[in-house]
């Protein structure tokens, strides 16, 4: 029977494209796309830099150990020349040895060692702290949601080439059903048991199938060059994909979804540590309105050190606790405040903007969910009855109860079933994949 035949020339056709082909999974596609792509890796720096910066920050509440050398050259050094004192019995008084004494030396040299530790700077540095903790945690997210929507976008790309190969699968086996039909109807014509015009029918419909092969053939390329502009790799010419599994269709709930989404969509999570590091900025900017409190202490070895009289290298230390209060700058340190305090004012409103966007997603895409498992049971019942049809046309047109074209007609609605049925089980896929983007459930961060 022609249905066996088309069945088996399926079949072939898919086990054909096996022979000597490399597979390719979803998951190596995942790996691929993950280690290739350059915006990820950009993003992964970021992280990497906001994460020096919390160090950074961290550090500066810690004692600091410095080292410093000098010498200096000068053209003169200062002298003090006091004549002998005169007194009344007539004898003089020296008071500094005779041509006068110098104060240092022209050549000076000073080696330190200074261990200082701030010790109040009106909580600035611990606000700085906190700061760079949440925008290097804003910067962590920012990352895990480029991955997340890359990872998507894989998987869509995947889908979008397991249905293109499948439907050229199935456009080549009508297009060599078609054939076949095509010489029997030449043969019929050669005996005298058809007329012209149905082998002119029948060649046409052979034209048709061709360029719905040609058609499907552009798709598998264009799929797989949008797969390889992700994974930054080849798709090979003879590649097999995985084995395309269709889940037991159920509904979705779009409260669940709904909810699910605000308290795990990326993009929120890293809003929210965007507006606390500006709350934190906010509160760096009020803490110009304390004084700094510092102390240090040093350890010289130097020549003349401190004795500018003796002028001989000497061990000496100095210790001390320095204030700094910066009383007046004309308003600038509110202004910063009130500039910190507007930024998370917008951040506020962002949220909210990004919150309605969110909701509006999961709507689609719990919808599309919805409408592609409809598809899936309609198209499903359609290519049963397609097949029916064709079975019985079939055998009519062998008795030679039905017309060429109806016979015709009833390939091409089989075909057209199969591809129907493929294409809203490719999407439901799809479809599934977009609902774990929309509801921040899927593709968790892989390292």
Same mark, same amino acid.
């Given at each position: 029977?022609?249905?066996?035949?088309?069945?088996?020339?399926?079949?072939?056709?898919?086990?054909?494209?096996?022979?000597?082909?490399?597979?390719?999974?979803?998951?190596?596609?995942?790996?691929?796309?993950?280690?290739?792509?350059?915006?990820?890796?950009?993003?992964?720096?970021?992280?990497?830099?906001?994460?020096?910066?919390?160090?950074?920050?961290?550090?500066?509440?810690?004692?600091?150990?410095?080292?410093?050398?000098?010498?200096?050259?000068?053209?003169?050094?200062?002298?003090?020349?006091?004549?002998?004192?005169?007194?009344?019995?007539?004898?003089?008084?020296?008071?500094?040895?005779?041509?006068?004494?110098?104060?240092?030396?022209?050549?000076?040299?000073?080696?330190?060692?200074?261990?200082?530790?701030?010790?109040?700077?009106?909580?600035?540095?611990?606000?700085?702290?906190?700061?760079?903790?949440?925008?290097?945690?804003?910067?962590?997210?920012?990352?895990?949601?480029?991955?997340?929507?890359?990872?998507?976008?894989?998987?869509?790309?995947?889908?979008?080439?397991?249905?293109?190969?499948?439907?050229?699968?199935?456009?080549?086996?009508?297009?060599?059903?078609?054939?076949?039909?095509?010489?029997?109807?030449?043969?019929?014509?050669?005996?005298?048991?058809?007329?012209?015009?149905?082998?002119?029918?029948?060649?046409?419909?052979?034209?048709?199938?061709?360029?719905?092969?040609?058609?499907?053939?552009?798709?598998?390329?264009?799929?797989?060059?949008?797969?390889?502009?992700?994974?930054?790799?080849?798709?090979? &010419? @003879?590649?097999?994909?995985? %084995?395309?599994? =269709?889940?037991?269709?159920?509904?979705? *709930?779009?409260?669940? #979804?709904? /909810?699910?989404?605000?308290?795990?969509?990326?993009?929120?999570?890293?809003?929210?540590?965007?507006?606390?590091?500006?709350?934190?900025?906010?509160?760096?900017?009020?803490?110009?309105?304390?004084?700094?409190?510092?102390?240090?202490?040093?350890?010289?070895?130097?020549?003349?050190?401190?004795?500018?009289?003796?002028?001989?290298?000497?061990?000496?230390?100095?210790?001390?606790?320095?204030?700094?209060?910066?009383?007046?700058?004309?308003?600038?340190?509110?202004?910063?405040?009130?500039?910190?305090?507007?930024?998370?004012?917008?951040?506020?409103?962002?949220?909210?903007?990004?919150?309605?966007?969110?909701?509006?997603?999961?709507?689609?895409?719990?919808?599309?969910?919805?409408?592609?498992?409809?598809?899936?049971?309609?198209?499903?019942?359609? &290519? @049963?009855?397609?097949?029916? %049809?064709?079975? =019985?046309?079939?055998?009519?047109?062998? *008795?030679?109860?039905? #017309?060429? /074209?109806?016979?015709?007609?009833?390939?091409?609605?089989?075909?057209?079933?199969?591809?129907?049925?493929?294409?809203?089980?490719?999407?439901?896929?799809?479809?599934?994949?977009?609902?774990?983007?929309?509801?921040?459930?899927?593709?968790?961060?892989?390292?």
């Amino acid at each position: 029977m022609r249905q066996t035949h088309f069945l088996f020339l399926l079949v072939l056709l898919i086990l054909t494209s096996v022979v000597r082909a490399e597979n390719l999974t979803l998951q190596q596609c995942f790996e691929l796309a993950l280690a290739n792509n350059p915006s990820l890796e950009i993003a992964r720096i970021d992280v990497l830099l906001a994460r020096e910066d919390e160090k950074q920050a961290g550090k500066e509440k810690l004692p600091s150990l410095n080292f410093s050398g000098s010498y200096r050259r000068q053209s003169e050094v200062p002298e003090i020349e006091i004549p002998p004192i005169e007194t009344p019995f007539g004898q003089s008084i020296t008071v500094f040895p005779e041509g006068g004494m110098t104060l240092g030396s022209l050549d000076t040299y000073d080696f330190k060692i200074t261990l200082s530790q701030p010790v109040f700077t009106g909580f600035r540095l611990h606000n700085r702290q906190k700061n760079a903790l949440a925008l290097a945690e804003n910067k962590q997210f920012d990352y895990d949601r480029k991955k997340s929507e890359l990872l998507y976008n894989v998987e869509t790309a995947y889908r979008n080439l397991q249905k293109t190969v499948k439907i050229l699968a199935i456009t080549q086996a009508g297009e060599k059903q078609v054939e076949l039909h095509l010489k029997d109807v030449q043969n019929f014509y050669e005996q005298g048991m058809a007329r012209k015009d149905d082998v002119l029918k029948v060649d046409v419909k052979l034209k048709e199938a061709e360029l719905a092969v040609l058609q499907a053939q552009n798709a598998v390329d264009l799929a797989g060059a949008y797969l390889e502009n992700l994974t930054g790799q080849p798709v090979p &010419e @003879n590649v097999t994909l995985q %084995t395309v599994e =269709i889940p037991q269709p159920e509904s979705v *709930n779009q409260n669940e #979804s709904l /909810s699910r989404a605000y308290s795990q969509r990326l993009e929120l999570k890293s809003l929210q540590f965007l507006k606390t590091a500006l709350g934190f900025t906010e509160k760096i900017a009020q803490g110009e309105y304390w004084p700094s409190v510092a102390v240090y202490a040093s350890y010289a070895y130097g020549k003349p050190g401190l004795n500018f009289v003796q002028d001989e290298w000497m061990n000496y230390w100095v210790a001390g606790i320095g204030l700094e209060w910066n009383l007046w700058n004309w308003g600038k340190t509110n202004s910063r405040a009130q500039q910190a305090k507007l930024k998370v004012r917008a951040i506020e409103e962002n949220i909210a903007q990004i919150r309605q966007a969110i909701k509006l997603d999961v709507s689609q895409a719990c919808l599309q969910v919805s409408e592609v498992i409809k598809r899936v049971e309609l198209t499903g019942k359609i &290519e @049963n009855q397609a097949e029916e %049809t064709y079975r =019985i046309m079939e055998n009519n047109y062998k *008795n030679g109860v039905v #017309s060429n /074209s109806e016979f015709l007609d009833s390939q091409f609605d089989l075909t057209r079933a199969r591809l129907q049925h493929v294409q809203a089980e490719i999407d439901y896929l799809i479809s599934l994949a977009n609902l774990k983007r929309a509801d921040g459930s899927s593709f968790l961060p892989v390292e």
